[in-house]
């Protein structure tokens, strides 16, 4: 089995409180982007429609004993 606790992000389904991050990072993507309340209704009201958001893991270990990959596609391959 694959052991996903060492990558450095973790997918979460999309909460009320990340539209303000989602919308920020949809300003600089699109030049139509969707706005507050779509999200909001599309979050609380479609049940159709799944939302996910990336997060960075906590890691509050500071005795990894590895050394840090130089790039983000590397952190998802180091061993």
């Known amino acids: 089995m694959i052991d996903y606790s060492e990558l450095p992000l ?3 389904p999309m ?6 991050t989602v919308l920020d990072i949809e300003k600089v993507s699109f030049s139509a982007p969707w706005s507050a309340r779509a999200y909001e209704y599309e979050v609380r009201y479609n ?7 990336a997060r960075l893991q906590n890691r509050n270990d500071g ?4 050394s840090s990959p130089r790039t983000w596609f ?4 180091h061993s």
């Open 74 to 77: 590397g952190a998802l391959f």
């Open 10 to 12: 973790r997918i979460e």
């Open 47 to 53: 049940e159709m429609a799944h939302y996910f958001v």
């Open 15 to 20: 909460q009320l409180g990340d539209i303000g």
């Open 63 to 66: 005795a990894r004993k590895r």
